[in-house]
């Protein structure tokens, strides 16, 4: 899959950490989209044709007004959602509790504060996956 095919949507209420993942990835080449939390994140995806969906999503874990596991629940209930993979994002204090969301629909996992390499290798590991 080209690297401009390859769409890559960023969810966190930091602006900062949003903002240094896509311009990472645009760096690179790749296609992304951000959003401020999960229920902006959610809307996005329903509104978004099927042909224009994302095919990875970073997921900030503690957000306001949806969470990354209420909207990991909210997409995996929509079939035309269900199979995006979701790399959920993390303090490092929480990997624990984070590791019961991760089975609950997320497909893998990082901490926070990210190295760029870690990023790089999620996003090859799922452009290579047949998700």
Do not use: W
């Not at 296609?31 to 994302?54: I, M, Q, S």
């Not at 209420?70 to 994002?89: D, G, Y």
């Amino acid at each position: 899959m080209k690297k401009q095919s390859y769409k890559i949507l960023t969810v966190g209420d930091d602006e900062c950490i949003r903002s240094t993942i896509s311009d990472l990835l645009e760096d690179e080449g790749f296609e992304t989209v951000h959003a401020k939390n999960g229920r902006v994140a959610l809307d996005y995806l329903l509104a978004t044709p099927d042909e224009r969906l994302p095919n990875l999503i970073f997921l900030d874990y503690m957000m306001p007004v949806m969470d990354g596991e209420s909207f990991c629940l909210n997409k995996a209930a929509n079939p035309r959602l269900a199979n995006i993979p979701v790399v959920m994002m993390t303090a490092s204090g929480n990997l624990i509790r984070l590791m019961d969301t991760v089975e609950k629909k997320a497909s893998g996992f990082m901490s926070k504060p990210m190295e760029i390499d870690v990023v790089m290798d999620m996003v090859e590991y799922f452009q290579k996956s047949k998700f």
